[in-house]
């Protein structure tokens, strides 16, 4: 009896421990392609999440914190980066916060600009009371153009750190993976500007310090990120070239709004060196809400480049999405109105649209 009753509370401690056990994790990170050449571009996948079978709960947001780096930073610039879900995630990205250094941005613009020597990225839950789900992994994806040498290997890391998580198992809380540059480029970009012009077009121009066995350049219009368009060749150049070299040329038919400008470099054996792309806007009005305060029940409108496929999304001051009617689609406008009466106070307003999202500053009166 005595023996049944020891086996009854031994197998009561190992359900308690399950029920409660939780073990937030960082994998190690992938690099596609491990060997960069200078001027070409990988992708570095960090897997992380939750690798027990129960959720992770947190009360406090800053108890659990999945934290990645990319160095050094002259060699590796960190070009867009996005948040994925895959194995067990059974709810989206969306809870999740990211941060890069000191700059607040949010998890999926394709454009950003860090600073100092670190490229450094922390995730947070948004809203802690909605637990990671058990056996649950995120992948947080970026893209590093090499822009210079390093042969000992740069390398990538990523770390967990759960201070408010009794049960956490440390081995699987630190990740890292190393990558080596070779170099040089075959064009030393000095710098690279689209510039909107007063009779709408937009003039591109680049400088170079250095062209080895150069052929030409082509340049490239987006409104995404993801699907370019040819603007114009050039191929009268130098071979080679160990002075300054400068370039223009004019975009007749840009698009409207907000657009992207890629500079490739072709050299004589027919391979291809992609620069960092540059944005342009061209619109005769500012984006923005307006009028700007609203009262609560009145309707306002957001100024935009595609009003049909851009997602809007709007966030009281605890964070979560404030419910708004559409009520009509205008050229570059889009006409809202919050569904029922709000609160006065300030709301903020996101625009998510040809690869980029602007926050704007919504006051209700």
């Known amino acids: 009896m005595v023996r049944k009753l020891l086996l009854i509370i031994l197998l009561g401690l190992c359900t308690g421990y399950s029920t409660f056990a939780q073990d ?22 960090f897997p992380f999440g939750n690798a027990s079978a129960n959720p992770v709960s947190v009360d406090k947001a800053d108890q659990l914190v999945y934290t990645f780096i ?8 960190v070009t867009s980066f996005s948040l994925t879900a895959s194995a067990g995630a059974t709810y989206t990205p969306d809870n999740l916060i990211v941060t890069s250094d000191t700059v607040f941005i949010p998890y999926n613009p394709p454009i950003i600009t860090f600073g100092g020597n670190v490229t450094r990225f922390t995730i947070k839950q948004k809203d802690t009371s909605l637990p990671i789900p058990g056996q649950a992994t995120y992948n947080l994806v970026i893209s590093m153009l090499a822009i210079a040498p390093f ?37 030393s970009l000095v710098s690279f500007t689209a510039k909107a012009q007063p009779d709408h077009s937009v003039k591109l121009a680049w400088t170079t310090s250095l062209e080895t066995n150069n052929k030409g350049f082509l340049i490239e219009r987006s409104k995404d ?36 400008y890629r500079l490739t470099q072709i050299d004589l054996g027919g391979r291809t060196t992609s620069f960092p792309v540059v944005s342009v ?22 100024s935009m480049d595609e009003p049909e496929t851009a997602s809007v999304n709007i966030y009281g001051a605890d ?11 205008e050229p570059n406008k889009l006409l809202l109105k919050a569904s029922g009466k ?24």
């Open 319 to 329: 964070g979560r999405v404030v419910p708004f009617q559409k009520v009509s689609v």
């Open 151 to 187: 042969y000992n290997g740069a390398y990538v890391q990523g770390a967990v750190t759960s201070s408010g998580i009794s049960t956490n198992i440390p081995t699987n809380d630190y990740g890292t993976t190393s990558v080596r540059i070779q170099g040089p480029m075959p064009v």
């Open 342 to 365: 709000r609160a006065k106070g300030v709301y903020i307003l996101t625009v998510e649209e040809r690869g980029q999202t602007r926050r704007h500053r919504l006051v209700i009166d």
């Open 24 to 45: 937030p994790f960082v994998g190690i990170p992938v690099i596609n392609p491990p060997d960069l050449v200078t001027g070409h571009t990988a992708v570095v996948t």
């Open 225 to 260: 990120l993801k699907a370019f368009e040819k603007v114009s060749e050039l191929s009268e150049v130098a071979a080679n070239s160990h002075a300054e070299q400068h370039y223009s040329l004019t975009d007749q038919f840009p698009y409207t709004g907000t657009s992207y």
């Open 281 to 302: 806007v061209l619109r005769d009005g500012a984006y923005g809400v307006f009028p700007n305060p609203v009262l609560s029940d009145q309707p306002f409108r957001v």
């Open 70 to 77: 990319v160095l050094p930073y002259e060699c590796l610039r």
